[in-house]
């Protein structure tokens, strides 16, 4: 973590194509990008312009082409595949914009895969998996499988699932695009109650 700046994450020349040859597909040119501590940022877009291929990489999910990207002090494209799963587990949440819900975990055990998966017992996980369903409005479902929720709903178990674990970095590909009006503005508000939470950006 760069202290003095207060930069949670730093991409200088960020370049990314898919394929080879005449089928390749440009995604990213050349980003530069800093996010401070406490930040909400929210990258906008028509669909294709590379949001996703953007946070994949800031989220150590995809590795860049060319360019450097520095998250939480971390040159992530350098970690081992290992040390990559490690820095994911213990630091940042991920919202996915297909939700990757398990279908036959309950909301309340989806949301504590990661608490589970950092090492904390079952019955504390859940306890505090149910406190994080409660922030998005969402308690009375806990015992639901995703099968049985609204889109919307599963959107806010895949954001609880994300913030179960207390993650230094929350990365969201678009989490209010199957909320409704009203919904996807309590969202927002809980993800900027999220991002001032100390030492957050998102
Ligand atoms: P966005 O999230 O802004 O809609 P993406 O980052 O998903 O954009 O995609 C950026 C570009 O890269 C698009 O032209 C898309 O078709 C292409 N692309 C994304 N993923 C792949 C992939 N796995 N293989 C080939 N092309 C891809
Ligand atoms: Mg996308």
Redesign the pocket.
């Known amino acids: 973590m760069d202290e003095t700046t207060n930069i949670a994450v730093r991409c200088r020349g960020v370049t990314k194509t ?2 080879k040859g005449a089928a390749s ?1 440009p ?1 990213l040119r050349g980003i530069d990008l800093d996010i401070r501590q406490g930040e909400l940022l929210m990258i906008v ?10 946070i ?1 990489i800031i989220a150590a999910i995809l590795d860049q082409d060319a360019g450097r990207c520095e998250v939480l002090g971390r040159d992530v494209s350098g970690l081992g595949r290992q040390e990559k799963i490690r820095f994911r587990g213990a630091l940042i949440g991920f919202v996915f ?1 297909v939700f990757n819900l398990l279908p036959s975990l309950t909301a309340l055990e989806n949301v504590a895969v990661p608490l589970v998966l950092n090492g904390v017992l079952r019955r504390e996980a859940e306890k505090q998996a149910l406190g994080t369903l409660a922030s998005v409005g969402l308690s009375t479902r806990a015992e639901a499988y995703p099968s049985e929720l609204s889109g919307g709903q599963q959107q806010r178990v895949a954001i609880a699932r994300a913030l179960a674990h207390n993650p230094r970095l929350v990365v969201c ?1 678009e989490p209010t695009s199957n909320l409704d009006h009203e919904t996807g503005q309590h969202m927002m508000t809980i993800l900027r109650d999220v991002a001032r939470s100390p030492r957050r950006a998102l």
């Not at 877009?45 to 953007?54: A, D, H, R, V, Y």
Request: glycine share 24%; charged share 10%.
């Open positions: 898919y394929g597909v995604a877009g028509p669909s294709g312009c590379g949001k996703t291929t953007l994949s914009q590909d």
